[in-house]
């Protein structure tokens, strides 16, 4: 048994289930580096150096050290493990309760967690927004590799709103409770966080470099737009949510007329007014 | 000192041997002096005057629970288990549990949850044949609790008795266990239980660290400690007017409903000593648990703090 050294406040005794996640963790690290071993002389072995290079974790309050994973971490994993038992027992803290007793844990640990699901929920969104980004960092260079086609506006915008709702479909059926707990006062703070991010990474990849009011308009149009589909996609019955993706078709389309239509009654606004000063001149004279 | 005296006598009255051996013992290992109330006490007296309070108190425990708190202490217990939220399944350990009122909510409230689930159960299996549908009630009913547990330990013999005669009058009888042992030395192996709690007992400990790792040994990784126990008070004005009922009224009950006024002193004494919140945290902490936080009850009479073992 490795004797760590531990932080002053935890002065007797480590903990159970960190360490051994941490071991967990050493395991593909020591298999990797036992088959680069001729190429990579320079790693190390993982029987002579068990704590081997690792990233530093950041705690809270730099209670961890950095061998061990952070309570948070332990968190995430029993929150991840926890989304395949959504669709038997929703999102609530049952469903945490089984994710925490696959990873070994007692079901009491859902204790950690608030007891309407909040986290889990909120937890299952950021990673939907993290995957979401990273789709759209690789088509990013793909288009850049010159391997594809940059996509017109609306095009992509379709294609990033439609990616990021079908990964709602294994859940489809528990959404809408976890709409409703989204919407709970205490919860609205990062709820919205969450959304506004999103949003914001998907006009970023768009290409949207608007330095003016626009940023705002743009956010705001495409926020309305996600919100309404998925909302449609509630209550969609159709084969593979055809007639959500049509909805959304339509709405980014009104989004880009929107745009035209507004020059156009500037423009139109304009040679009215000039017309009526015309008027005024020739009925004075 | 004063208060010493009426003790040492009964113990000279136990026999001379007991005597003679306390006398050996406590140049050893009780030598380490600690409190009783407010006086001061060797580890070892300490334990055994405890251990008579308790004896004496047990008929009448759960009538002066009520009568002290005016029925708020069950309020206080439903919360806790409230807050445990137990799924069924769960494995309890209720140390100093005593009279059972923490065990029988527990087994209450996972028999509740439970039939929520068959409920739910029932509903997503509309379609099934009446074969199935009266299969599924008899291995429902036979698993009512849902392989639940709860066992109950007290270091005093009186008081497990009084609690199962409890149990056995209000019917409490499948997934209990009643178990003779000492908080500071669990009879148990490690890595066993889901939920451990200690409702009011804790202060009565002689050695909390101990009771605390004692807490961390037998606990599963993932398992939560749950303690509930008086604390301190920080509003001055709740503060006086807690401190004027508690030396006042308290003793005064413990004389008219069971006929012990310094028991009830003593009850009284030990929570003015009892650690306040952050410090009894930061001993949780030092125990090896994570995630420790409490929850102050009534501004602060009462907390419950909880922590987890990862």
């Given at each position: 048994v490795r004797c760590q050294p531990s932080p002053p406040r935890r002065a007797l005794q480590a903990s159970a289930v960190l360490r051994r996640v941490s071991d967990e963790q050493k395991e593909p690290l020591a298999s990797s580096s036992q088959q680069q071993f001729d190429a990579h002389p320079t790693n190390h072995q993982p029987e002579q150096e068990p704590q081997g290079p690792r990233p530093s974790y950041t705690g809270q309050g730099g209670q961890e050290s950095?061998?061990?994973?952070?309570?948070?971490?332990?968190?995430?994993?029993?929150?991840?493990?926890?989304?395949?038992?959504?669709?038997?027992?929703?999102?609530?803290?049952?469903?945490?309760?089984?994710?925490?007793?696959?990873?070994?844990?007692?079901?009491?640990?859902?204790?950690?967690f608030h007891s309407d699901g909040s986290e889990l929920i909120l937890h299952f969104v950021s990673q939907c927004n993290t995957k979401l980004s990273e789709l759209l960092e690789q088509e990013q260079k793909l288009v850049q590799l010159g391997e594809a086609e940059k996509k017109p506006t609306d095009q992509f915008l379709r294609d990033a709103v439609q990616a990021r709702l079908r990964m709602l479909i294994p859940y489809i059926e528990k959404w809408p409770q976890a709409l409703s707990?989204?919407?709970?006062?205490?919860?609205?703070p990062s709820s919205l966080?969450?959304?506004?991010?999103?949003?914001?990474?998907?006009?970023?990849?768009?290409?949207?470099?608007?330095?003016?009011?626009?940023?705002?308009t743009r956010r705001a149009v495409l926020t309305g737009i996600y919100n309404t589909t998925e909302l449609v996609m509630m209550q969609d019955s159709s084969p593979d949510f055809e007639d959500t993706?049509?909805?959304?078709e339509n709405r980014v389309a009104d989004a880009m007329n929107m745009g035209n239509t507004a020059n156009q009654v500037q423009s139109t606004g304009e040679a009215v007014v000039q017309g009526l000063m015309g008027a005024a001149v020739t009925v004075s004279n | 000192a004063v208060g010493l005296c009426p003790y040492r006598a009964l113990l000279a009255r136990r026999g001379g041997a007991l005597r003679a051996l306390c006398g050996s013992v406590r140049g050893l290992a009780a030598g380490a002096e600690t409190h009783f109330g407010f006086q001061t006490v060797t580890e070892a007296e300490r334990r055994e005057k405890i251990y008579r309070v308790f004896e004496s108190v047990a008929k009448k425990y759960d009538v002066m629970n009520d009568s002290m708190t005016l029925?708020?202490?069950?309020?206080?217990?439903?919360?806790?288990?409230?807050?445990?939220?137990?799924?069924?399944?769960?494995?309890?350990?209720?140390?100093?549990?005593?009279?059972?009122?923490?065990?029988?909510?527990?087994?209450?409230?996972?028999?509740?949850?439970?039939?929520?689930?068959?409920?739910?159960?029932?509903?997503?299996?509309?379609?099934?044949?009446?074969?199935?549908?009266?299969?599924?009630?008899?291995e429902d009913k036979s698993k009512s609790l849902g392989d639940s547990q709860v066992v109950v330990c007290d270091i005093n013999k009186e008081m497990l008795k009084v609690g199962k005669q409890k149990a056995q009058h209000l019917g409490y009888s499948k997934g209990l266990s009643w178990v003779l042992g000492n908080a500071e030395e669990l009879p148990f192996d490690d890595d066993k239980f889901?939920?451990?709690?200690?409702?009011?007992?804790i202060r009565n400990v002689t050695r909390i660290d101990l009771a605390l790792q004692e807490a961390y040994r037998v606990l599963k990784p993932g398992g939560r400690f749950l303690c509930l126990e008086f604390s301190q008070v920080s509003n001055s004005l709740l503060s006086r007017l807690y401190d004027l009922y508690s030396f006042q009224v308290i003793p005064v009950l413990g004389e008219v409903i069971a006929g012990d006024w310094k028991s009830y002193?003593?009850?009284?004494?030990?929570?003015?000593?009892?650690?306040?919140?952050?410090?009894?945290?930061?001993?949780?902490?030092?125990?090896?648990?994570?995630?420790?936080?409490?929850?102050?009850?009534?501004?602060?009479?009462?907390?419950?703090?909880?922590?987890f073992k990862l």
């Open positions: 950095e061998d061990y994973e952070s309570e948070e971490q332990l968190q995430h994993r029993i929150l991840t493990a926890a989304l395949e038992f959504v669709p038997e027992h929703g999102w609530t803290a049952e469903a945490i309760a089984e994710g925490a007793k696959t990873l070994g844990l007692s079901a009491a640990a859902a204790g950690m707990i989204l919407l709970l006062p205490h919860n609205i966080n969450l959304l506004a991010s999103m949003i914001d990474d998907i006009w970023h990849y768009a290409g949207d470099q608007s330095t003016d009011f626009n940023w705002y993706w049509r909805f959304l | 029925g708020i202490h069950r309020v206080w217990k439903d919360i806790l288990v409230h807050k445990m939220n137990p799924t069924p399944g769960t494995l309890l350990l209720d140390v100093a549990g005593g009279t059972g009122d923490i065990a029988f909510r527990f087994i209450n409230y996972v028999r509740s949850v439970r039939e929520r689930q068959l409920q739910r159960k029932l509903r997503h299996h509309q379609n099934l044949s009446w074969q199935e549908i009266a299969e599924s009630y008899e889901d939920v451990y709690t200690i409702a009011f007992g002193q003593y009850l009284v004494e030990s929570i003015r000593r009892f650690p306040p919140q952050e410090e009894f945290k930061a001993m949780i902490e030092d125990a090896g648990f994570f995630k420790v936080d409490y929850q102050n009850l009534n501004l602060g009479i009462v907390a419950i703090h909880s922590g």
